[in-house]
């Protein structure tokens, strides 16, 4: 088997759980594995780049298998929809698709039968944030530490300001 791997080092950090999309890019190839189990001359490729719209990082799973039949790649990312017929659970894309979607991100599929197929998954950029103010209670919940306390402020409609502060 031939798997061909490109990663683009220059390309800006993106917000995920890694984990997660770890679990993602498994099942895309895992898919990709089952296709070209057959393949007299099975080949892989995984990419990463910056997607055309400048927005997103892609990362790319592209296989030279079986292929996806044209009438059924609308619904691949379906729950319980399988192109493997009994090998299959059809919950690796559905999983897959989730987590894209959960992250701001989507997967696409192109394929032809008997030629290949080939997934990109799309996650966005995310600018770096300016502090905002302290968490609020429900980020302070969710972090486990305190909010942070803050002076008490005067009725600011007339213009009073608390005594010592400037």
Known sequence: MTVERQFDVDLPAVMVDPDAIDNCVLNLLLNALDAVARHPDPRLAVRTERADDGCHVRIVVADNGVGIPAQQLPGIFNA???TKGGRGTGL???VAMKIALEHGGDITATSEEGR???FNLALPIRPAREPSGPPSRTQSEATGLPAPSQPERADTAS???PEGEV
Request: aromatic fraction near 0%.
């Open 80 to 82: 319980l929809t399988t």
């Open 116 to 118: 290949g197929s080939t």
């Open 92 to 94: 690796g894309l559905a």
């Open 159 to 161: 213009g009073a300001e």
